[in-house]
């Protein structure tokens, strides 16, 4: 079956605009994290959706990151008002359910934050 | 401050030869310890996993030891391959909560020389 896949790839944008990164989980994976590896970094984690539970949001650097789920189907995270430090490959991972110990990876989308 | 540590960026081994990654951690709490493989431009895969109630686990190839006393793990490729040439991630967790929420180390390149 299909895995994670996450879009655009690459994003090139300016300093103070917004931009919105998808990620569509293993069909029927109830988890679903984003993690973000700035260079030289390992990955960092930001954000944690189990099912309908409210989301773990004790990763996310700063108020302009936020995330959506919709139900245990896309995810959609939005950074506001770019700023350059926000440059990295972001990637999402989904897994089977709470308990679940494998994450299973998307390819990323690399951010460049003029 | 990093609670899981890849001390050694890169590896060289020449093919057939053992390879040895090694993740040191800092948080007596963490129980399951995985390793990742990330070749460039892909997300990572899983490779193997340990809990904290073993102290090794082999799958083929792979075997990961872990040493909690020193907080320390490792990872052995036996033989290397020129395709096990990657970056590899350990992660460590505590389950606790049911979340498998990883802390990442910063990743070690091993190159095996044909």
């Known amino acids: 079956g299909a895995g994670v896949s996450q879009s655009p790839s690459n994003k090139v944008t300016e300093k103070g605009k917004d931009v919105e990164l998808r990620c569509d989980p293993i069909?029927?994976?109830?988890?679903l994290y984003w993690y973000r590896q700035r260079l030289g970094q390992g990955l960092e984690f930001l954000i944690y959706?189990?099912?309908?539970?409210?989301?773990?949001k004790s990763g996310l650097p700063s108020d302009r990151f936020s995330a959506e789920r919709t139900g245990e189907s896309v995810s959609t995270l939005t950074i506001q008002r770019t700023q350059q430090e926000d440059s990295a490959v972001y990637l999402c991972a989904s897994s089977p359910g709470q308990g679940a110990i494998e994450q299973f990876f998307g390819p990323g989308t690399r951010l460049t934050v003029l | 401050d990093q609670q899981v540590k890849q001390n050694s960026p890169s590896l060289s081994v020449q093919e057939g030869r053992i390879s040895i990654l090694n993740c040191d951690y800092t948080?007596?709490?963490?129980?399951?310890f995985l390793w990742y493989k990330k070749y460039p431009a892909e997300g990572p895969t899983f490779l193997i996993s340990i809990s904290s109630i073993k102290d090794k686990n082999e799958d083929g190839r792979f075997t990961v030891f872990l040493n909690k006393s020193a907080k320390h793990l490792s990872l052995h490729i036996v033989p290397s391959q020129p395709g096990d040439s990657a970056v590899y991630f350990c992660?460590?967790?505590?389950?606790?909560?049911?979340?498998?929420?990883?802390?990442f180390g910063t990743g070690t390149r091993l190159k095996v020389l044909a």
């Open positions: 959706f189990q099912g309908n539970s409210a989301p773990d």
């Open positions: 069909s029927g994976h109830t988890a």
């Open positions: 992660a460590a967790s505590s389950g606790t909560s049911g979340t498998y929420k990883y802390i």
């Open positions: 948080n007596s709490m963490f129980d399951y």
